[in-house]
T-cell receptor, first 118, second 114 residues
Framework: DAGVIQSPRHEVTEMGQEVTLRCKPI?????LFWYRQTMMRGLELLIY????????DSGMPEDRFSAKMPNASFSTLKIQPSEPRDSAVYFC????????????????FGPGTRLTVL | KNQVEQSPQSLIILEGKNCTLQ??????????LRWYKQDTGRGPVSLTI?????NTKSNGRYTATLDADTKQSSLHITASQLSDSASYIC?????????????FGTGTRLQVTL
């Protein structure tokens, strides 16, 4: 298995531009998570999906952030318009069991997308 | 307010030595606690997951302990190797009804040297 796949690995954009991050979870997994990591705030859960349905988006910082999961093998995190404070590493993770009932299930993280907003 | 505090912030040890990382939390109602290892430039990898009823769990040279009464956890690394150099993140889950909230520590950066 290739693991969780994220693209692009690096993204540099200018303030005000739209940014779309992509994620392909591990085949057969039923939950998908988007995280953000910065030096100042550490790791933060932004949103998670069970069976392609958004369950908890309380971690999404602002309306500029949106996430979709049109099918079991693809998800996007979009920032529009982007701002310099959005610069961070964004991780996607997936797990076999759905959350939160099976919250002891292992989450598998992708390699992350390093976003720099100038 | 739910909080997870890790100590020390950073640590340097010689290869072959043991070390212990600490995680103190004020998360309620407690569901489980995870330790992750994150190599530089990579995503976190799960080391252990412990529920309320578990007080020790091992994964190779990594042993995690949990004291739910004092709300403390530790991660002990035995016979450290250069490849153990990484950040170690403690994450505590609170489960309320159908909602699960994760609270993350800021991590301990471990460097193992020759």
């Amino acid at each position: 298995d290739a693991g969780v796949i994220q693209s692009p690995r690096h993204e540099v954009t200018e303030m005000g531009q739209e940014v779309t991050l992509r994620c392909k979870p591990i085949s057969g997994h039923n939950s998908l998570f988007w995280y953000r990591q910065t030096m100042m705030r550490g790791l933060e859960l932004l949103i998670y999906f069970n069976n392609n349905v958004p369950i908890d988006d309380s971690g999404m910082p602002e309306d500029r952030f949106s996430a979709k999961m049109p099918n079991a093998s693809f998800s996007t995190l979009k920032i529009q318009p982007s701002e310099p404070r959005d610069s961070a590493v964004y991780f996607c993770a997936s797990s076999f069991k759905t959350w939160p009932g099976a919250s002891t299930d292992t989450q598998y993280f992708g390699p992350g997308t390093r976003l720099t907003v100038l | 307010k739910n909080q997870v505090e890790q100590s020390p912030q950073s640590l340097i040890i010689l290869e072959g030595k043991n070390c212990t990382l600490q995680c103190n939390y004020t998360v309620s109602p407690f569901s489980n606690l995870r330790w992750y290892k994150q190599d530089t430039g990579r995503g976190p990898v799960s080391l252990t997951i412990m529920t309320f009823s578990e007080n020790t769990k091992s994964n190779g040279r990594y042993t995690a302990t949990l004291d739910a009464d004092t709300k403390q956890s530790s991660l002990h690394i035995t016979a450290s190797q250069l490849s153990d150099s990484a950040s170690y993140i403690c994450v505590v889950s609170a489960l309320t009804g159908t909602a699960s909230k994760l609270t993350f520590g800021t991590g301990t950066r471990l460097q193992v040297t020759l």
